[in-house]
């Protein structure tokens, strides 16, 4: 039986308990009720029932009664219940309120990305379910795990929090795009000697491909043309640098937009069966598993810059260091927010000893035969 809290159940017996932030201050300015919040150095004024409901949460009363206290003060029994919820999902959302879960997770997953063992545990097997086809290396977990998130489902919501303990909600809908990039965010943030590249990664025998590119270039598509025996795939979003120079993607499996369902469709009966899961920006995508991967680093052989023009036939150019450098600078990201002048000096490695080229193409096919002849020493 799925066990699914409801934030109205929300009490000191409770597995699910809400309570003001520690860092919250209630106070009477002029006579007016307000809270004071130090995480985002703001005051917020509260109406006179916000205020009502602040020293209830305060006093840990259970919400069906405050609710009930609601409604003798006028407001009819769903509009108590309804103004509650709202105040508490938006003092969620300023961080006013914290909220701890008590719940069994009997539910887990564990992967690998970027040599960071990652722990995923859930109150729901529908929830683990939902994520698995988002990774590439499912293992049993025997590492202690570097990373941990639990997930819990509420109403029509998944709530999931990290080892930072800070919550975030979104629709259940949009549960794996949400985990990839709190997982991405955070292997760049901890990873801090390596800086991070926008680029799908792949592995011909011992040497490796970055395909980069803005997106709509269709990185994730080539990539999943270029698969293959011979060829293994790294990752269709973020590679990291190291220092040394090496690199390693982040095994999540490839993206798939709308605008390529029906091409890879028919080369992947199994697209159609992949759950559509909603991005935070409006863009529906489905995950796709890829059985030939690669886990470990890798030494950049080639740098590919994608340039998608309806109509042409695959043609790759030869780029300049100079060029290609400033065009990876662009599409890079540090724990800082900087490229370091380690980063720089990583960076100055793997385009002087990589073949630099712009592809020009309109069809993943046309470019996949484009990219295994050069792979294959013919251009």
Same mark, same amino acid.
């Given at each position: =039986? ?5 934030? =109205?159940? #929300?009490?000191?017996? $409770? ?20 809270? +004071?919040?130090?995480?985002?150095? %703001?005051?917020?004024?509260?109406? %006179?029932? &916000? ?9 840990? !009363? ?5 609710? *009930? ?12 219940? @309804? ?5 508490? %999902?938006?003092?969620?959302? =300023?961080?006013?309120?914290? =909220?701890?879960?008590?719940?069994? +997770?009997? @539910? ?47 109403? *029509?919501?998944?709530?999931?929090? !990290?080892?930072?303990? $800070? ?6 809908? #949009? ?28 592995? +011909? ?14 990185? #994730? ?6 698969? #293959? ?14 220092? $040394?120079?090496?690199? %390693? ?42 059985? *030939? ?13 994608? !340039?998608?023009?309806?109509?042409? &036939? /695959? ?14 600078? !662009? ?8 490229? &370091? ?15 630099? +080229? ?8 046309? /470019? ?12």
């Amino acid at each position: =039986m799925t066990f699914r809290p409801d934030l =109205m159940e #929300s009490g000191p017996d $409770s597995p699910i308990l809400l309570r003001p932030a520690a860092d919250a201050s209630f106070a009477l300015i002029d006579d007016r009720p307000v809270l +004071f919040s130090e995480k985002s150095q %703001q005051i917020y004024e509260l109406n %006179q029932i &916000s205020a009502y409901l602040w020293c209830k949460l305060l006093d840990q !009363n259970k919400f069906e009664t405050i609710a *009930d206290e609601l409604s003798e003060l006028g407001l009819g029994r769903e509009q108590a219940r @309804s103004v509650l919820s709202q105040a508490l %999902q938006q003092w969620l959302d =300023m961080e006013l309120v914290e =909220m701890e879960w008590r719940l069994p +997770f009997a @539910s887990a997953l564990q992967t690998r990305l970027a040599q960071r063992a990652i722990s995923i545990r859930a109150s729901n097997e529908a929830l683990i379910k939902s994520l698995e086809l988002l990774f590439c290396d499912l293992s049993p977990g025997r590492d202690q795990a570097d990373i941990t998130i639990e997930i819990v489902e509420v109403g *029509d919501e998944a709530l999931f929090r !990290n080892c930072r303990k $800070s919550i975030t909600r979104c629709p259940i809908t #949009s549960l794996a795009p949400a985990i990839k990039a709190d997982l991405t965010e955070r292997i760049i943030l901890q990873d801090q000697p390596d800086f991070a590249l926008h680029a799908a990664s792949l592995v +011909f025998g011992y040497k490796g491909m970055l395909l980069c590119g803005q997106p709509g270039t269709g990185k #994730s598509t080539l990539a999943l043309q270029l698969v #293959s025996d011979e060829c293994r795939y790294c990752g269709d979003d973020v590679v990291m640098i190291s220092p $040394s120079g090496l690199a %390693q993607g982040l095994l999540f499996a490839p993206t798939i937009k709308p605008g390529t369902w029906e091409t890879i469709s028919k080369a992947r009966d199994d697209l159609s069966h992949a759950t559509a899961h909603d991005r935070a920006d409006g863009i529906r995508v489905r995950y796709l598993p890829v059985a *030939d991967v690669h886990t470990g680093s890798f030494e950049v052989e080639w740098i590919i810059f994608l !340039n998608r023009v309806d109509g042409t &036939s /695959a043609e790759l150019k030869p780029l300049g260091q100079i060029e290609s450098m400033q065009r990876v600078i !662009n599409g890079s990201f540090a724990a800082n927010g900087k490229l &370091s002048l380690a980063g720089f000096a990583a960076l100055k490695k793997i385009i002087g000893g990589a073949g630099l +080229f712009e592809l020009t193409y309109a069809e993943a096919a046309d /470019a996949g035969r484009k990219l295994r002849g050069l792979c294959n020493g013919f251009s």
